[in-house]
């Protein structure tokens, strides 16, 4: 199983990239449904209704897979947020066990407010260890999105 070096920070975020990259982790919900809204909204536009009854033939593409694989593959918005999703749900299946308690309790788990000390101590670790670990993951999570 692959996991997400704790050595030195890689790059030098800027205090809103990282709170922008643990955005990502906390609200890969939202970020779900955004982009089926998203799918949904391009391949289902409002049209008018044509009052030309009988009128000419469709100008459009026919192939209507190949059609709505354009419109995704076009979109900018639909692109990034698939982008997002993609990267930490595969980041999130190649953790190591530490690492998923710390995704676990930080970012997922709604129910609670797990400070760094609550983890270290679940974790038996100190909470500068913690941060290295959760440090190295923000970082990966920037260069799998080309952040960095």
């Not at 998203?38 to 030309?52: G, S, V």
């Not at 999130?92 to 788990?109: F, G, P, T």
Request: charged fraction near 30%.
């Amino acid at each position: 199983m692959a996991h997400i070096n704790c050595g030195g920070r890689m790059s030098q975020l800027s205090r809103y990239d990282i709170q922008k990259l643990e955005d990502y982790w906390i609200n890969l919900n939202e970020y779900k449904k955004q982009l089926q809204f998203r799918e949904w909204e391009l391949l289902n536009p409002y049209k008018e209704t044509d009052t030309n009854i009988g009128g000419g033939r469709s100008s459009g593409i026919s192939d209507t897979a190949g059609r709505k694989a354009m419109i995704l593959v076009e979109d900018t918005l639909y692109q990034n947020l698939k982008r997002i999703v993609s990267t930490i749900e595969n980041m999130y299946e190649n953790l190591d066990h530490d690492q998923k308690i710390i995704v676990d309790m930080r970012y997922r788990d709604k129910s609670e407010c797990y400070e760094w000390q609550h983890i270290g101590d679940e974790l038996y670790m100190s909470v500068q260890r913690v941060l290295r670990k959760r440090n190295a993951l923000i970082d990966e999570t920037a260069k799998r999105l080309g952040w960095a």
